[in-house]
């Protein structure tokens, strides 16, 4: 007959320290459908593009200079990613030299633009201008053409 310390050294103290153990970490997963925005927005987005962002990173989104390119290995950066770290990114970094003066409306249109020329098709609500929305929405990982 087993004794009761022997009983708890092998029974109970290994299912408790199971019990007590982390749970293994589970990689990011956001249950999004694509995102959307407006071609207005992207109009929008064209437009402040143009002006603000162009220089640094070509006129058609192929990087100049030591500035990376906003297509290709931009998508695989950030494929799977929320939208609302790269709007805090943008509004954060961007435009290198003035970096958070682009206002929150700004932000969105670029990321519209951006959706625009990497395939992603317009919707019919423009993406919505609340971190917590854009928590839900994640950058498309190939166009969805």
């Known amino acids: 007959m087993m004794s009761w310390r022997s009983f708890l050294r092998t029974a109970v103290l290994p299912c408790a320290a199971l019990l007590c153990a982390p749970l293994p ?3 990011r997963t956001h249950h ?3 995102p959307g925005y407006t ?3 992207a109009e929008r987005g064209a437009e402040l593009y143009a002006r603000s962002c162009a220089l640094c990173h070509g006129e058609d989104l192929g990087g100049t200079f030591q500035t990376p390119p906003l297509t290709g290995r931009f998508v695989r950066n950030w494929a799977g990613t929320p939208l609302s770290e790269l709007a805090r990114y943008i509004h954060d970094a961007m435009p290198l030299m003035a970096p958070g003066t682009l206002s ?3 932000v969105l249109a670029l ?3 951006l959706l625009q020329e990497n ?3 317009p919707g019919k609500w423009p ?3 609340r971190p917590a929305r854009l928590d839900h929405l994640v950058f498309p990982a190939s166009p969805a053409r």
Do not use: F, M, N, R
């Open 25 to 27: 970490t589970q990689a």
């Open 32 to 34: 999004a459908a694509a």
């Open 39 to 41: 071609v207005a927005q």
């Open 104 to 106: 929150s409306g700004d």
């Open 111 to 113: 990321i519209a633009y």
């Open 119 to 121: 395939g992603a098709k």
């Open 127 to 129: 993406l919505p201008d």
